[in-house]
């Protein structure tokens, strides 16, 4: 690959009107940190920062021809999936990961939106389970998700560990969720934890977070970061755009993806030519 141009981050997720989360955050995010996005829609919401209204997943025969038209065409260096949405996405997507063993592919297991509305079917765990927990580079889902995807496990290292006994080779378990003074976020590979990373818990709720973060991490893995140094400063930029997010409807904060641009002097209009 020619090391003047951004590398290509393919990504599997659903489109969101507020531009907050799915596409549009990764999109941002992916943009923000030096990639070139290829974007392949798995699934079309209806929803605000308030919730979500209704969703409708996209036809697998078309979410597998948007994903070949990019894989045979560019130079595709990491693969995130969002929001699948049902079993048979699962299924083509792994489909897909099958032909392309060698680019590395960060799953976030997405089940509900930031506020909890669902995002999926019940045969998802399972066919996340099944089909691309062994086939990831890196997981992120916060604790609540993880409980669900290792539900006989009895503590978060545990459910870690199960996890990477299906075949994912690293785990990074958020604590947003989680009732602490601290978010504390666990990032675990090579059968144990690797670092555990602390930040400041924000006041406020946040829509999108987990797209930035985990679309973050497809972008370091990409620029060719190693796993620790890619999750580190991932964590870093997602903290940093919600500590910078406003809120622009009823509900939700949303990140701002390009809050260093903002800090940078920009022309005046009149000055613009």
């Known amino acids: 690959m020619n090391p003047t141009l951004p590398p290509v981050v393919l990504v599997f997720a659903g489109t969101d009107p507020t531009g907050g989360a799915g596409l549009s955050a990764d999109i941002l995010t992916l943009a923000s940190l030096g990639c070139h996005p290829a974007p392949v829609v798995t699934a079309v919401t209806a929803q605000d920062t308030v919730g979500v209204k209704q969703f409708t997943s996209v036809e697998t025969e078309l979410i597998i021809a948007q994903a070949r038209a990019v894989l045979e ?4 260096a990491a693969i995130k999936t ?3 949405g049902n079993s048979a996405t699962v299924g083509a997507v792994a489909s897909i990961l099958e032909d392309y063993p060698d680019i590395p592919v960060i799953v976030d297991p997405v089940q509900s939106s930031s506020r909890g509305d669902p995002l ?5 765990v399972d066919a996340l389970r099944t089909l691309l927990v062994p086939r990831a580079t890196l997981l992120t889902p916060n604790s609540e998700e993880v409980r669900l995807l290792a539900p006989d496990a009895d503590t978060l290292d545990a459910c870690a560990q199960e996890l990477m006994s299906l075949g994912c080779a690293h785990v990074l378990i958020t604590g947003t969720h989680e009732n602490t003074p601290k978010v504390v976020n666990r ?16 006041p406020k709720s946040y ?13 370091n893995l990409a620029h060719g970061l190693e796993p620790v140094n890619a999750v580190t400063q991932a964590l ?4 940093h755009t919600l500590q910078h997010g406003f809120r622009l409807g009823m509900g939700q904060h949303l990140p701002d993806h390009m809050y260093w641009a903002r800090e940078i002097d920009m022309p005046n209009k009149t000055d613009a030519k």
Do not use: I, Q
Not at 120 to 124: P, R
Not at 236 to 239: E, H, M, S, V
């Open 187 to 202: 990032l675990f590979g090579n059968k144990r934890l690797l670092e555990t990373l602390s930040c400041e818990r924000l």
């Open 207 to 219: 829509h999108g977070s987990g797209c930035v973060l985990a679309s973050a991490c497809a972008a």
């Open 73 to 76: 065409d560019m130079p595709v």
């Open 82 to 84: 969002g929001m699948l």
């Open 236 to 239: 870093k930029y997602t903290w």
């Open 120 to 124: 999926t079917d019940e045969s998802l």
